[in-house]
């Protein structure tokens, strides 16, 4: 069985009716997840609570799939352009990540990782975006901040000249997954560029308005995962 980590548009898709949900106990906590034929689908911010980037429970959601023995997973992230030709509407197939606090489920022992994505699903994910011949860029780094707040100018100046991509949530999921021998990749739509990247002024209505018209293209990308 494959997963697929989602942020906050689950409820936007016309298949979430179809979905079942389903709870799991863990040393970490509870998660919520909803399963559809073989796929889990796990909403990382939960459906219900709206819960902010800094405070979601990445151990919580990681073991969780590891105990559902989960091997794939699958994962979409939002984020904003940190270089003015990765555009709003675009998708990033990420290679690497900047993650200068990660988190771990080793805090008592010397254990250490080298981190990578899943180049098995990194293909997948090339694979189907050029079949649905969606705009897209094949690698890409990922620089995640703690958020919840956008980053100001200068905190932008400072990291585009070292990542491609700003966000808030992937790069403690993939560490967490590679602890456990996960196979995990990310999607990335780009929703907007990041603070100063343009001269236009970021706001939160334009961020959403980019997530609604880039959930149809997501739909169309997820109904092709269903089909591996």
């Known amino acids: 069985m494959k997963a697929i980590i989602i942020g906050w548009n689950l409820k ?3 298949f979430f009716k179809k ?23 796990l909403p990382r911010h939960k459906i219900s609570e709206n819960i902010p980037p ?8 990681i073991f969780a799939l590891k105990k559902l023995k989960i091997k794939d ?8 352009s940190l270089k003015k030709e990765i555009k709003p509407g675009d998708f990033l197939v990420s290679s690497d990540y900047i993650d200068f606090d990660p988190l771990t489920f ?15 699903i990194r293909k997948i994910f090339i694979k189907i975006l050029k079949k649905l011949k969606m705009k897209f860029h094949k690698k890409g ?7 919840p707040r956008l980053e100001t100018k200068a905190e932008i100046n400072l990291i585009k000249k070292f ?11 993939a560490t967490l997954a590679n602890e456990l021998d996960l196979e995990y990749a990310s999607l990335c739509s780009v929703d907007n560029y990041a603070h100063g990247i343009v001269k236009k002024s970021l706001s939160e209505k334009e961020i959403k308005e980019n997530q609604m018209k880039i959930n149809k293209k997501i ?6 995962i269903l089909k591996l």
């Open 12 to 14: 936007k898709f016309s």
């Open 19 to 41: 979905l079942k949900l389903k709870k799991i106990i863990t040393s970490y906590g509870r998660v919520d997840y909803y399963l559809l034929k073989d796929c889990l689908f």
């Open 54 to 61: 800094h405070l979601i429970n990445y151990r919580a959601n």
């Open 73 to 80: 997973i699958f994962s979409f992230n939002s984020v904003g």
């Open 106 to 120: 080793f805090e008592n022992e010397a254990k250490f990782i080298t981190p990578r994505f899943s180049e098995k």
């Open 141 to 147: 780094i990922y620089f995640q901040t703690k958020g």
């Open 163 to 173: 990542a491609d991509v700003v966000g808030m949530t992937m790069a403690k999921e």
């Open 219 to 224: 739909e169309k990308i997820i109904n092709e």
